[in-house]
């Protein structure tokens, strides 16, 4: 049972990334999806979830316009496409997966945002 995340590195300010987060060993469509980030010295806070089948999805508010959280069931990931980046940015990305049974985290991959 875990979730893998990837696609974190260093950009420069307006910038774009795309987080994964691959699934595996849980029914990955009957799971709401989420991503969290961790800046240095700070509390981890939501940053946007998606709903089991995909019809709902909700951003913390410093990221609507900017950040699209996305699925694909038949692949067991969940996307983060994140646009216009900004330093505040920089923070350790977590995808999570929670439902009425389970609740995994992964590890969380690092996003550097700086000139």
């Known amino acids: 049972v875990q979730v893998v995340e990837s696609g974190g590195g260093s950009v420069q300010p307006g910038g774009s990334l795309r987080l994964s987060c691959a699934a595996s060993g849980f029914t990955f469509s009957s799971c709401d999806m989420s991503w969290y980030r961790q800046a240095p010295g700070k509390e981890r806070e939501l940053v946007a979830v998606?709903?089991?089948?995909?019809?709902?999805?909700n951003y913390a508010d410093s990221m609507k316009g900017r950040f699209t959280i996305s699925r694909d069931n038949a692949k067991n990931t969940v996307y983060l496409q994140m646009n216009s980046l900004k330093p505040e940015d920089t923070a350790v990305y977590y995808c999570?997966?929670?439902?009425?049974?389970?609740?995994?985290w992964g590890q969380g991959t690092l996003v550097t945002v700086s000139s």
């Open positions: 999570n997966a929670r439902s009425r049974w389970i609740e995994v």
């Open positions: 998606i709903t089991s089948a995909g019809g709902s999805r």
